[in-house]
């Protein structure tokens, strides 16, 4: 694990399943833009949460890339699901604004709650094809820029399902804070 303390708030790497994440209040959905099942991360996260995830979600949607919304996790071990819709690489644009939005809006709904934990999934990687090493600096630049001022959020957590973009992700912050 990789860690990167700024003010109140730890920044974690880590490798592992988004759905199981025990120690976090909000885990975050790499969602489709009417927030139903889905594949990858949104198919495990449903998959976990059970039908009662869906029946809330598709409510709040349709939302646009960039956006968040969050509601109820149900079977999941956390208290919150914070879904984000990741731009389709290449196709929604600019793609690495509205990739950062997600993790911008993401952190301030945290901050509106009061939620102390968040873990997020490297959003649109997969399915939306965003190459992972330009995502992972994206996406820690968004999270560190964030970082200064934090209030409630105290631990933010990257978690990467695979060994390779796990290393990348650390790779990349290394890069970004040295
Ligand atoms: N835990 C952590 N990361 C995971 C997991 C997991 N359980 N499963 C996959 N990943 P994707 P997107 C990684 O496709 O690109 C869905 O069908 C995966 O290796 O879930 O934002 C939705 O319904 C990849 O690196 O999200 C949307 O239509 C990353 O998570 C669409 O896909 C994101 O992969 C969203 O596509």
Known sequence: ?????????????????????????????????????????AGAIHMAAGPELEEESTKLGPIKPGEAVITGAYNLPNKYVVHCLGPVYERDIPHDKLLANCYKNAI??????????????????????????????????????????????????????????FLIHIETLKKLYK
């Open 108 to 165: 301030d709904i945290c901050e509106e709650k009061g939620i102390e934990s968040i873990a997020f999934p490297a959003i649109s990687t997969g399915a939306f094809g965003y190459p992972v090493e330009e995502a992972a600096q994206v996406a820690l630049k968004q999270i560190i820029d964030k970082m200064k001022g934090l209030k409630k959020l105290k631990i933010i957590r990257m978690v990467l399902f695979s060994r390779n973009d």
């Open 1 to 41: 694990m990789e860690q990167l303390k700024i003010e109140n708030t730890t920044l974690e790497i880590v490798q592992g399943d988004i759905t199981n994440q025990k120690d976090i209040e909000a885990i975050v959905n790499a969602a489709n833009a009417y927030l139903r099942i889905g594949g990858g991360v």
